[in-house]
């Protein structure tokens, strides 16, 4: 018996961490700037 609930949880986990991943390649390879705005206290 699985719990839909355990499951959504860990849906949304995975899909922060692909944003995230995404987030951090993209200022790796400096397409954008984490040092202001909603991107740098997000990964936090």
Not at 14 to 19: A, E
């Amino acid at each position: 018996m699985r719990f839909w609930e355990i499951d959504a949880v860990r849906g949304v986990a995975v899909i922060l961490m692909i944003v995230f991943h995404v987030l951090f390649d993209l200022y790796y390879f400096g397409k954008i700037t984490l040092n202001s705005s909603f991107l740098y206290f997000f990964p936090r």
